[in-house]
């Protein structure tokens, strides 16, 4: 069969090229697709579709999620999706937080009888996020958290090789808890390492390696970050 197939992509024969201009015919065939048909068959397609993820998000996702919460405020919203909770900790939301998609949340509890993430009012979650908590993550309110982003205040590994060949927790000391303060926009695909403190309505640019702590309305960008600017003091910040 190989050996066929082989023959019939390379061989320069007629029987061959007609087979491929056959075969590349088939791959390129499609029905027609009159508006007047197909419009309504997508729009009851989509209608489906809606009232499907309202249902799978007000009958489980959401309920099921709230039931992790420690505290949990009014009006949160989930997607379509049952969030990742790994290990026990806390998990305290203020009043309209979202989040969408899927994300995880992985908890140690080597560290602290209670690790405990905070997330405040009308804050906002994406897809693909990642949060590991040792200790402690506080997220303030009215933040904008892109897709794809890590935060964690643990490395989960210990710096010195003879403890990692050992399969050793790091040293507590490597464990320290992150802060993210109100009205913080932060990129996708970010990474915020332990120890972090970032200040309220900073900015945090897209692909970023985040440690440190930076003041209140920073433009932080780059791998490591820095400090860009500020955005309260540096005129030229918002042009």
């Not at 197909?38 to 489980?60: D, E, K």
């Not at 402690?136 to 490395?155: E, K, P």
């Not at 900073?202 to 209140?216: D, E, K, T």
């Amino acid at each position: 069969m190989n050996t066929l197939r082989r023959t019939v992509l390379t061989s320069d024969s007629i029987w061959a090229r007609t087979a491929r201009a056959g075969w590349q015919a088939v791959r390129r065939t499609s029905l027609p697709a009159p508006p007047i048909l197909i419009r309504p068959i997508l729009t009851g397609w989509l209608s489906l579709r809606s009232i499907g993820h309202f249902l799978r998000r007000v009958i489980y996702a959401q309920p099921l999620f709230r039931a992790y919460c420690t505290e949990c405020g009014r009006n949160l919203r989930t997607g379509i999706f049952l969030h990742w909770v790994q290990g026990r900790g806390r998990i305290l939301l203020g009043d309209d937080v979202t989040l969408d998609g899927k994300i995880s949340f992985s908890f140690a509890a080597r560290f602290s009888n209670a690790p405990t993430l905070q997330i405040g009012d009308r804050s906002l979650l994406s897809h693909d996020c990642n949060l590991t908590i040792a200790d402690r993550i506080t997220i303030g309110r009215d933040c904008l958290i892109a897709g794809g982003v890590m935060i964690l205040d643990s490395s989960g590994h210990p710096l010195d090789p003879d403890r990692r060949r050992a399969k050793l927790p790091p040293d507590p000391h490597q464990v320290r808890p992150v802060t993210i303060g109100d009205n913080v926009w932060i990129g996708a695909r970010v990474i915020i390492l332990p120890g972090t403190v970032i200040g309220a309505d900073s900015v945090v640019a897209a692909g970023s390696v985040v440690r440190g702590v930076f003041p209140p309305g920073s433009l932080v960008a780059g791998n490591p970050a820095r400090l860009v600017k500020n955005l309260r003091t540096d005129p030229r910040a918002l042009a």
